[in-house]
């Protein structure tokens, strides 16, 4: 069975510092969460990717850069595994289309679908 691959985006610190200064950088991601454990309890495999934890998180558009690119390739390893991939983003942050349209290059057949943070 293919699974869903649910991602939370980071926060685009490297566009707006004074979000870090204001922000705590780390927290859970509960719009996936709950979307993920609604598919889960409906016999849908799923992966969740916290970006932040799971690939880290950049001050720099060269660090963000290279964070996007690590998740493309795990995405990639995987994409035989892989039904759709649902992306959860801020309405501020421009990092889940980035991530999409590197996902969409890599992977041209594979469904996204972009969301907001919060799960409805």
Sequence with gaps: MK???LIAVPIDFQ???AIFEETVPVSPPLGILAIGSYLSA?????ELIDVQMDFGFSLSDEG???VLRRVVDHLTA???EIAWIGI???AT????VAIANLVHVAL???PIVLGGYFAT
């Design 78 to 80: 995987e994409a035989g």
């Design 3 to 5: 699974k869903a691959v």
């Design 15 to 17: 566009r707006e510092l």
């Design 64 to 66: 963000q850069r290279a």
């Design 88 to 90: 959860s983003q801020p």
């Design 42 to 46: 409906h016999s849908m495999a799923v």
């Design 93 to 96: 942050s421009g990092t889940g």
């Design 108 to 110: 041209p057949d594979l």
